[in-house]
């Protein structure tokens, strides 16, 4: 059974850097891409970055260029999001997920399997 399990989350003050951890399990993944995503209060949920099936290429949603870095390790079937300058508008629970190819993308439905999400919040 595929499972996805987000750790790392939790508060901390703008300004400030967190990093999220997400662990497979049942299966590998390193001919996978990885992605993240976030849904905030009220909103949709919404692409954050994806990591190519051996981590050489990442692409990222326009809000968190420059501030989230993607990274992978294949033998330990773990992903990570390293979140720096986090915002307030950063606040939301981030789910990792599994792409059925080995390239990345921004589209929800080229994800097969979802984590149960890690909750962040950014204070002022």
């Known amino acids: 059974q595929v499972q996805l399990v987000e750790s790392g989350g939790g508060s901390v003050q703008a300004g400030g850097s967190l990093r999220i951890s997400c662990a497979a399990s049942?299966?590998?993944?390193?001919?996978?891409?990885m992605g993240w995503f976030r849904q905030a209060p009220g909103k949709e949920r919404e692409f954050v970055g994806a990591?190519?099936?051996?981590?050489?290429?990442?692409l990222y949603g326009d809000p968190v260029k420059g501030r989230f870095t993607i990274s992978r390790d294949n033998a330990n079937n773990m992903v990570y999001l390293q979140m720096n300058s986090l915002q307030p508008e950063d606040t939301a629970v981030y789910y990792c997920?599994?792409?059925?190819?080995?390239?990345?993308?921004?589209?929800?439905?080229?994800?097969?399997?979802w984590g149960q999400g890690t909750q962040v919040t950014v204070s002022s």
């Open positions: 997920a599994v792409n059925r190819h080995l390239y990345g993308s921004t589209r929800q439905e080229d994800y097969d399997y």
């Open positions: 049942g299966r590998a993944f390193s001919w996978n891409a």
């Open positions: 990591i190519t099936w051996n981590g050489g290429m990442s």
